[in-house]
């Protein structure tokens, strides 16, 4: 892949890709981002993930780069450009550049950057058959975790977190022991035959997969309850699994250490994962 990035209207070499150090995304973290799955050279769920993009713009009150229409050609075209098969584009949108100041100047023009790198979604299979293990870390976040932002410390400490005690994964568990999600996936757990999943609070990022994933619960007949559950209530659970853009449907079996169920991955997320990959292969025409 000739790895070719696009920063403010250019496509230039990955290496040679920059922002002014004076970008508000540098300095204040003032930026949201999106990871979109590019599968068999085609965009996974792009209308999810522009209309969450947009939503987040506003809701910062940074303007929009360009269209939605145009946002999309801009990706398809650098995707194309890396000749890229199985990848990951990343989008950030910042706020722009400007003298370092906290508050912001009105008709500030956004900062709009791409990426493309390779990535192997057909290792999830041999994952998905073994499963994962997850810890629990206290919540650190800011209150607005429904907004994508690139401000990830809380994040990044977490994942770390998870890294050293050799789990995948780590959840961010509120004041009151719920688990709002993972560090950069949605959190489920299986109880009864129901797969519980967070509502959407601005303690959780409204996931592009978690979307599909309750539309292919529905498709299953599996029965769907948007709700808070305690940690308890997880290690307890018959199943338990994340998911997310580059984690499409995986099952937990350890949670700090102990085993979920009996520690191996359970029936409803085989089937969950077999119905992502159906959707998968339809919108794309990629098989692992
Ligand atoms: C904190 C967090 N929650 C959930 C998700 C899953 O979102 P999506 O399914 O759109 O990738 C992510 C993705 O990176 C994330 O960072």
Redesign the pocket.
Known sequence: MPRLAYVDGRVVPLAAAAVNVEDRGLQFADSVY??VAVLNGRLLDWN??AT?LARNLGELGIPVPMTEAALGLTARRLIALNRAREALLYIQVTRGTARRDHAFAAGMRPTLAMTVRPFDFAQRVAQQAKGVAVVTVPDDRWGR?DI?TTG?LA?VLAKQAARGAGAFEAW?VGRDDTVA??????AWIVAGGVLVTPPLTSR?????????VIEAAEGLQVRVEERPFAVAEARAADEALI????VPVLPVVRIDGAPVGDGTPGPVAARLAGAVWDRIAVQTGYCP
């Open positions: 999106e990871v999810g993930h969450r975790c994508k990830l994040n961010l999600e993972g560090a950069s996936t949605n959780v990022l409204p996931g592009v997969m978690r979307a599909a998911t997310s853009t580059t």
